[in-house]
């Protein structure tokens, strides 16, 4: 794990270089919305307990169509089976912070640049990878617990826990608004598709077997892993693993556009004419 998110970094790194290299423009701006998450607890409702989120961007400007965005984003996603009525005999509820990095490609559907009197406005599109960071957690005798740390699922080695951290596919669309000379607004929805089904710390069989327990065995990880009033037996479906879970992000950005070099280049000089 650690050798790949070595990896990761690097990738975003030389991504950054190239996109500095090849900018003409640079917008410096920051995000707030709320991100929400579909999964096992959750599979079809969107914005179904959705919670805040904030960040910050920087965007590289290659031309009026093209640019590259660095996302940084902090928010909540939570899942309750009492309230998405998905499986309420089940009785599971998580929350859990996310914190991602991300690079996208964006495509303007028109000409667009911040400060244009004439192309101040364009629809856009959205994609590339994202690294992310979670920890979900349920609430115990008035705590919120790591629901990782109790292996809700009988993961029994550490080998066998899930990773913590992830990668996604971000893609989704917008509208870019330009307010004046120097700042841009923009409002956006993104999903996140990940390659993780435990964002929600559900995706196998129950395995606790509560006939042969008393009850100074029944601990936090054996309530969590079936707080049901009915308790299930070992190997019975808990969730489905065959379906990963998604996050998203929906709010708005706020951007001040800065310029790279002399304005000597074509692109320069219509933005300038605009």
């Known amino acids: 794990m ?14 950054f270089t190239i996109s500095v290299s090849q900018a003409q423009v640079v917008d410096i701006g920051l995000l707030g919305g709320g991100t929400y998450y579909l999964g096992d607890l959750n599979p079809h409702q969107q914005f179904l307990l959705t919670k805040p989120a904030y960040g910050g ?4 400007v290659f031309d009026d169509r093209w640019s590259a965005r660095f996302n940084l984003m902090h928010g909540q996603i939570a899942g309750d089976d009492a309230i998405s009525g998905t499986n ?12 991602e990095l991300s690079l996208t490609a964006e495509l303007n559907f028109l000409e667009y640049f911040t400060g244009s009197q004439i192309y101040y406005f ?15 957690k349920a609430p115990y005798q008035g705590e919120m617990l790591a629901l990782r740390d109790l292996r809700t699922e009988g993961q029994l080695s550490d080998s066998d826990r899930y990773s913590l951290y992830g990668m996604a596919l971000v893609f989704g669309f917008g509208v870019k608004y330009s307010i004046n000379k120097r700042l841009g607004l923009g409002v956006e929805w993104g999903m996140r598709k990940t390659f ?3 964002l929600d710390d559900v995706s196998t069989n129950y395995y606790v077997d509560f006939t042969s327990l008393s009850p100074g065995d029944i601990d936090a990880g054996v309530m969590l892993s079936d707080p049901s009033a009915i308790k299930h037996a070992p190997g019975m479906q808990r ?6 879970d998604w996050y998203s992000f929906a709010g708005i950005t ?12 074509c692109v320069d000089f219509d933005y300038i004419k605009k």
């Open 239 to 244: 969730g489905n693993s065959e379906n990963n």
């Open 254 to 265: 706020l951007t001040y556009r800065f310029r790279l070099g002399e304005k000597t280049t």
């Open 196 to 198: 993780t089904d435990y």
């Open 57 to 60: 961007l920087i965007r590289f």
């Open 88 to 99: 309420e005999l089940r009785n599971l509820r998580f929350k859990s912070s996310i914190t």
């Open 122 to 136: 364009s629809p856009y599109l959205f994609a590339g990878p994202a690294f992310f960071i979670f920890n979900p």
């Open 2 to 15: 650690r050798n790949s998110i070595i990896k990761i970094f690097l990738l975003f790194a030389s991504a």
